[in-house]
């Protein structure tokens, strides 16, 4: 007995010793701390190394890009580069600031930029921007800070492009290689990384040599991985963090009420839509136009946002592109409610009684999936359409969206990057998850990623949101909204639509 | 002794083996790493070209086998997500884990034996009662609510303790008593039954005869062997704690490698699940084996051959 107690008490000292180890010597005052809780913690610190917004927005305190889009104002903003000019339809000449050093020393010339390029076209090493380096053909080095960049076609998104090239210093890669720059970056940002204890946080101080203007009254940023969603609203109201990301909508009703707190709504770029796939080979119901029409007519939008967004979230209107978009059209209308219309058109189409179907659908993959869901198969039934609900887990739900499985009937969310090309492009007969073969609609595809007229490029895409509304084989329901929550003592703060935190502009008072 | 520990430790073999091969294929079975790696719309080829380079293309069992091969060697793999070595992403949170299981076990302990003890010695009274009532919400509860409701408790309406995040004592204690909760009532409920055995042997009313005081009675005759099944039940729950761990450490934003696991699994990050499952079944299956030689040292009647 008197063996277990010593060992029981030896236990407990061990434990204290070992939690008091933990603790972190604070220098810098919690009044000039940010303190930002993200539900992950980042899997990389190199911007290009991945896409999760996760990673990007610690990352992009540390290495910054060549320009930004703005969401106040949605105008593109230069960072590192002072301009770019499109030379030629295949020849885009960008122009970098002169007295930007890394905080190494090195310098941020135009052969940084051509190294940083050689590594972003790199699909090796940057899969996850082959999309945006694609149309790439070769770098030229015009200036000690002037670069050309030569696509092989017409490139109208390069703008979007530039965006997304963050800018690494030569000789440092070359000496760490990319595993390493990805856990110990080194860039021309506000801030430098101080340490990054996995899992718990990563600590960032000011950056005493930065070129720019950095945000005013804070000293140190810290980035906390809180996956549960309950925790991080919790968090925020007892002022352990000062902003909290990716809210559940549950959250939004209490955090609203409280004083010191801002709750922010932002339109995320996740456009939710219905799958009612025309290919041959879902056979079915849904091959008949009119059957497809009908399902938008059943379904009340507004009702789903109004009852499980809190009326917060954006309807979209008939199209997939959003009003801030090139190539919204504001003619076109979405199918209105109309469940008398959808179960007139079932009975043109053949289907007095309706029909059985399977409705395949995300579980846990985008906030309320499921009882977004739930409701929609509700509207269907009213109208005699039984959709079977299948719940896939995110996993098995992405796989099945790439082979097709999805169809005939689903509901998605995609996020594809800022530009209606990567919107439409999903569309395209030859696309691995098109549920629409339509040679008109290849050709405006294939027409608008080469337009580099802006005017004549707008008409492209609404011409070809006109057919997707004709045709439809997806019915637009609305966009994803996040919730953000923050102290108020955080100014300027404006999440974007791809849930990116820039922190250009931001103070802390 | 050696003869016994020899023959257990080779039965673990083809139990390791069997845990690691069926989660292994199970992990595989839902889904396809590259969705989680890549974004959904990067070019079929890039992505068969990642499949080639991540090995993903060869058949599971060429798979499981180099990974078993690498794992004996002490190398894991990679991890998918952080591009570095799964073998390392665990020990890094190791210590977390550790830190809070034993803590949610020596709260158990301390505060569970002394309850069932005293249970069982006032038999029908309050305490007892009390213990019983305590008890029985402590198994019913399940831990994420109870850790949501600590939160909500003490870090939101009572402002006494933070709501998460690791490194000070007071951020220690709602995980560490959310996770020790359940274990509590166990370990009370089973002290108390055996107390109850032991308070009605023999050899308590001989040492009551001899003249002992009640004090060295209870504490020293009773509970002393009333203690081998509540042992068996504090090892084999050393080893359940490490499920809680998965939810509290979720709930409470504390770095380990429960919270690594849920991650991992959802990205399918092959490897570092696979370590963790791994090193999981090896601790699962040593505790067991320590519990079965504590009993030799607990009780002299007991030895192996």
């Known amino acids: ?509 | 002794m050696l003869n016994y520990l020899v023959r257990r430790l080779l039965v673990t073999v083809p139990v390791l083996l069997g845990i690691s091969f069926f989660s292994f294929a199970l992990l595989y079975l839902s889904g396809d790493p590259t969705d989680f790696l890549l974004p959904v719309n990067v070019p079929e080829a890039t992505r068969e070209a990642f499949r080639v380079a991540q090995g993903f293309d060869q058949p599971l069992l060429v798979q499981f086998v180099n990974f078993l091969g690498r794992a004996l060697t002490g190398d894991f793999g990679t991890s998918l997500r952080f591009q570095q070595s799964a073998g390392s992403l665990v020990w890094e949170r190791l210590g977390a884990t550790g830190e809070l299981a034993l803590a949610a076990m020596v709260f158990a302990v301390v505060v569970g034996i002394p309850a069932g003890a005293v249970a069982a010695y006032r038999f029908g009274g309050f305490a007892d009662r009390a213990v019983r009532a305590v008890s029985l919400l402590g198994q019913a509860i399940p831990n994420f609510y109870l850790g949501v409701m600590a939160v909500i408790v003490f870090a939101v309406w009572l402002r006494v303790l933070p709501s998460g995040g690791r490194g000070t004592l007071e951020q220690l204690l709602l995980p560490a008593l959310t996770l020790g909760f359940g274990l509590v009532a166990l370990i009370a409920r089973v002290t108390r039954s055996c107390m109850l055995d032991a308070l009605k042997q023999d050899y308590i009313r001989t040492a009551r005869a001899k003249g002992l005081t009640e004090g060295l009675v209870v504490w020293k005759h009773a509970l002393r062997n009333a203690f081998i099944p509540v042992l068996t039940v504090i090892g084999l729950q050393f080893g359940l704690l490490l499920n809680g761990v998965f939810v509290t450490e979720i709930v409470f934003s504390w770095p380990g490698v429960g919270r690594l696991a849920i991650q991992s699994i959802y990205s399918r990050d092959f490897p570092v699940v696979q370590t963790i499952v791994f090193l999981s079944a090896v601790t699962f299956v040593f505790l067991n084996l320590l519990v079965d030689l504590l009993y030799a040292v607990l009780d002299p009647r007991i030895s192996y051959r």
């Not at chain 1, 809180?226 to 991080?232: E, K, L, N, S, Y």
């Open chain 1, 1 to 509: 007995m008197r063996r277990l107690v010593g060992l029981i008490g030896s236990v407990i000292v061990a434990t204290l010793v070992v939690a008091q180890g933990a603790v972190d010597a604070q220098t810098v005052p919690r009044n000039r701390t940010l303190i930002i809780a993200q539900n992950f913690d980042p899997q990389s610190l190199w911007p290009n190394g991945t896409t999760a917004s996760t990673n990007l927005n610690p990352a992009a305190a540390i290495v910054e890009p060549l320009f930004w889009i703005d969401p106040r104002t949605n105008k593109l903003e230069p960072v590192l580069a002072a301009s770019f000019t499109m030379q030629s339809p295949t020849a885009y000449r960008v122009d970098l600031r002169r007295d930007v050093k890394f905080s190494n020393g090195e310098a941020m010339n135009a052969d940084a930029l051509v190294h940083t390029l050689k590594v972003f076209v790199d699909a090796a090493l940057t899969p996850a921007y082959t999309i945006y380096s694609a149309p790439f053909d070769r770098v030229e080095k015009v200036g000690d800070f002037s670069v050309v960049i030569h696509t092989k076609t017409p490139y109208p998104a390069m703008a979007l492009v530039l965006t997304q090239i963050y800018v690494i210093p030569p000789a440092y890669w070359a000496r760490v290689g990319p595993a390493q720059y990805a856990q110990q970056p080194i860039g021309t940002g506000p801030y430098r990384l101080v340490e990054w204890v996995k899992d718990d946080r990563v600590v960032m101080d000011r950056n005493p040599a930065y070129w720019g203007a950095a945000p005013r009254g804070i000293e140190r940023i810290i980035w906390k991985p809180v996956p549960d969603d309950t925790a991080r609203a919790v968090g925020l109201e007892t002022g352990e963090y000062d902003v909290a990301a990716s809210l559940s909508a549950g959250a939004v009703p209490r955090l609203q009420s409280q004083r010191n707190l801002q709750l922010i709504s932002v339109d995320s770029y996740r456009v939710f839509n219905m799958i009612l796939s025309m290919l041959p080979k879902h056979q079915g119901p849904l091959l008949d136009k009119r059957v497809r029409i009908a399902i938008n007519h059943a379904i009340n939008s507004e009702a789903i946002v109004k009852n499980l967004f809190f009326g917060k979230a954006q309807l979209l209107q008939g199209q997939l592109l959003r009003k801030q978009q090139l190539g919204f059209d504001p003619e076109i209308k979405a199918y209105p409610y109309d469940p008398n219309r959808a179960r007139a058109l079932l009975r043109e189409a053949g289907y007095p009684n309706g029909f059985d179907i399977d409705f395949k659908i995300p579980s846990g993959r985008y906030a309320q999936d499921r009882e977004v869901c739930e409701a929609i198969a509700g509207m269907l039934a009213a109208v005699g359409i039984r959709a079977k609900i299948v719940a896939l887990e995110g996993g098995e739900f992405l796989r099945q969206l790439r082979t097709q499985e999805l169809g005939p009937l689903s509901f998605v969310g995609l996020a594809p990057p800022d530009d209606p090309h990567f919107q439409m492009s999903q569309y395209r007969s030859d696309w691995r998850y098109t549920f629409i073969q339509n040679a008109q609609l290849d050709a405006l595809i294939d027409a608008g990623v080469k337009e580099t007229d802006v005017a004549k490029r707008g008409a492209i895409y609404r011409q070809a949101s006109r057919l997707l509304n004709a045709e439809a084989p997806v019915a637009p329901l609305f966009l994803g909204v996040d919730f953000y929550g923050m102290s108020s003592r955080v100014k300027g703060l404006l999440p974007t639509g791809d849930q990116r935190l820039f922190l250009y502009g931001v103070s802390l008072e």
